[in-house]
Nanobody, 116 residues
Framework: QVQLVESGGGLVQPGGSLRLSCETS????????MGWYRQAPGKGRELVAS???????NYADSVKDRFTISRDNAKNTVALQMNSLKPEDTAVYFC??????????WGQGTQVTISS
């Protein structure tokens, strides 16, 4: 069973930066599309950024030019660099992995709080 473990969350002031990391266990990480989702209080889970096995990226309009997703297939990790953070970025951030004909996989989530 593939497992995803997030780290790097915390409390920062508006305008600050955080780097989230998702470490995976499993045999086929390099073939998965990886993503970061977030869920704010009282709202549904939304896609923040994704990166395919080939390195193609996609970002939510709300985070483009501020967040950067990357992956290191040799280390089985995916990262989300978050800059110029805003209070509206406050949420639980989840690592996600998907591949054709298999259920999506989710990490346990890590709390990101942006507050002065």
């Amino acid at each position: 069973q593939v497992q995803l473990v997030e780290s790097g969350g915390g409390l920062v002031q508006p305008g600050g930066s955080l780097r989230l990391s998702c470490e995976t266990s499993g045999s086929i990480f390099s073939r998965y599309t990886m993503g970061w989702y977030r869920q704010a209080p009282g709202k549904g889970r939304e896609l923040v950024a994704s990166i395919t096995a080939g390195g193609s990226t996609n970002y939510a309009d709300s985070v483009k030019d501020r967040f950067t997703i990357s992956r290191d297939n040799a280390k089985n990790t995916v990262a989300l660099q978050m800059n110029s953070l805003k209070p509206e970025d406050t949420a639980v951030y989840f690592c996600n992995a998907r591949i054709a004909f298999m259920p999506q996989l989710w990490g346990q989530g890590t709390q990101v709080t942006i507050s002065s």
